[in-house]
């Protein structure tokens, strides 16, 4: 007894069709607002999660290049009471380096290597501070990107027709003998 082809229902998806401008401009308003559109929720803690890494990285950044400005002001000021530089360089007496403090005392070398130092650390900190506020505007673009990109391929249908093969394979020689990985990809029609 043949089966009726006709009696048997195919199994269809329905494919959401979700539109791009719709979800850059709802990502663009709120980070994490394009990924609800799209509904792939698991995306939206990692978009807050580079928000928070990077929004701690400029307030320790921020808050190092204000401590090190300040006691590189401290240390080049003329006033004694100002001496919040202290507290930063560790194993050295102050008699050897503060020309305020100590003026008879100091060597020359030794203030102006720590002299040096604030410096430097005030540049290092400023330089990551503006790098991290960059990075948030790289996030902020990338979350709209990853939105846009995602409502364009909503609809993009992966049949059966595609298959993906990985291989090892052992690479001859008579100098040189491998190991490597064979990718293959065929697409049917």
Known sequence: MAQDTSLVAKKTKKILKFYPMKATMLSAALPGFGQIYNRKYWKIP????????????????????NTFIKAYQDFTD?????DSYLKLIRGMDPASYDPVLHP????????SWVRDGLLRQVDYYKKYRDLSYIGIAAWYL??????????SLSDYDIGENINLTLAPIQIPGYYFKGVGMNVSLRIYF
């Open 78 to 82: 003329n006033i004694p009471q100002t």
């Open 104 to 111: 008879t005392t100091y060597n020359v070398s030794n203030a």
């Open 142 to 151: 990338v979350s709209i990107l990853d939105a846009n990109v995602d409502a």
């Open 46 to 65: 990692l978009v807050y999660a580079g928000f928070g890494a990077l929004g701690y990285s400029v307030v320790f950044n921020s808050t190092s290049y």
